[in-house]
């Protein structure tokens, strides 16, 4: 396709991982970021050492601290900010466009005390005139490994299949395939509930209970997810792809999981607080176990891990008590999913 201006915000691994591949791609990207000295890396060094280590940046990838001039006439907004930002900064971009443009996002998670899907919530800041449509990027992928150009899969969910094919057109190359979809629900709600699960992973490993536990644990979690997006509006048929079992695996078995990292720390018996400031980056799934566990009670749908993960979380319990008391419930048929 012809070669566009790309507007990538939120220059942490993600954004600058995508950035790199739509560099790669040909396309004019400008990463916008907001501390100096990341973007003054990107610009002089090439590298974001914070948060991709010491992986080379395309010498075209450029990075601006101003959110107008990686606007400008931009083809494509990547939003690629933490979901606690994703309110403030579509806020931003609502009242910079000058223009309507098609908006995509790839943060995963669901906005507590609203129960909102990332869509909805920059659906609610980014006002029609100024937006083609929304675009929901997902899929099991670690920035670090598309960072370095290793095979990774993800899907464009829209509503809109035009826009679909065009992110997908916009994206594709020889490391990175995209595939599309239209159930914008189910991939949003996927890519949200697999981190509350991927922390449950990482506590099990921190507690040392091996891999019959941990397969346990995802599919169990799965049924949870499932139960809730079905509940919610998500075709289930979802939740077997990409953006279900697909995000899953690579969350709850990867080292470069933020979820799964911060579950293991706290298996093996530190505190939260302590987990949170030791990563030095966000950790979706706390914020949506948080948010979960509350839709969870409106919506009066059983989701028994995600609570037990909350309540680790949230309620100081002790994460081997917590596992005790999900296998001590009552017995049931394993068919019940959703």
């Given at each position: ?18 950035g ?5 791609n ?9 501390r100096e000295d ?11 050492s ?24 931009a083809?494509?907004?990547v ?7 994703m ?5 931003q ?7 309507p443009q098609i ?16 869509s909805e919530?920059?659906?609610?800041e980014?006002?029609?005139?100024k ?8 899929g ?12 990774t ?12 094919c ?16 239209r159930?914008v ?10 981190n509350?699960?991927?922390?449950g992973a ?9 891999d019959?536990?941990k397969a346990?644990l ?9 139960r ?7 075709d ?12 899953l ?15 293991n ?23 949506t176990?948080k948010?979960?566990f509350?839709?969870a009670?409106?919506?009066k749908i ?25 296998m ?5 048929e ?5």
């Amino acid at each position: 396709m012809t070669k566009q201006k790309v507007a990538v915000l939120g220059a942490g691994s993600w954004g600058t991982a995508l950035g790199m591949a739509l560099s790669d791609n040909g396309h004019d990207v400008v990463l916008w970021g907001n501390r100096e000295d990341i973007v003054d890396e990107i610009n002089q060094k090439h590298h974001n050492s914070h948060y991709l280590k010491e992986i080379q940046l395309p010498n075209g990838l450029r990075a601006t601290l101003s959110l107008t001039e990686a606007l400008a006439d931009a083809y494509l907004v990547v939003l690629a900010v933490p979901t606690s930002a994703m309110r403030e900064v579509a806020r931003q971009v609502d009242a910079e466009l000058r223009a309507p443009q098609i908006i995509v996002h790839v943060s995963k998670g669901i906005e507590p005390e609203t129960n909102l899907r990332m869509s909805e919530v920059i659906a609610e800041e980014i006002s029609l005139e100024k937006r083609k449509g929304i675009v929901v990027l997902s899929g099991p992928s670690h920035a670090e490994e598309v960072a370095e150009r290793h095979p990774t899969t993800l899907c464009a969910s829209s509503e809109n299949d035009e826009l679909a094919c065009l992110v997908q057109d916009v994206f594709i190359n020889n490391n990175l395939r995209i595939y599309t979809n239209r159930d914008v629900i189910g991939a949003e709600i996927g890519g949200a509930l697999k981190n509350i699960i991927a922390l449950g992973a990482g506590i099990s490993d921190g507690l040392g209970y091996g891999d019959n536990a941990k397969a346990a644990l995802m599919t169990r979690g799965m049924a949870e997810i499932t139960r809730l997006g079905v509940a919610v509006g998500a075709d289930p048929q979802t939740f077997y792809g990409l953006t279900g079992i697909g995000d899953l695996i690579v969350t709850c078995t990867s080292v470069h999981s933020r979820n799964w990292r911060a579950g293991n720390k706290l298996g093996q018996g530190e505190k939260l607080d302590k987990v949170l400031s030791d990563m030095g980056m966000v950790v979706e799934g706390v914020r949506t176990a948080k948010a979960v566990f509350g839709w969870a009670q409106e919506l009066k749908i059983d989701m028994p891990i995600s609570r037990a993960i909350y309540e680790v979380l949230f309620l100081d319990k002790d994460p081997a008590e917590a596992v005790d008391s999900l296998m001590g419930r009552k017995k049931k048929e394993e068919k019940e999913t959703f």
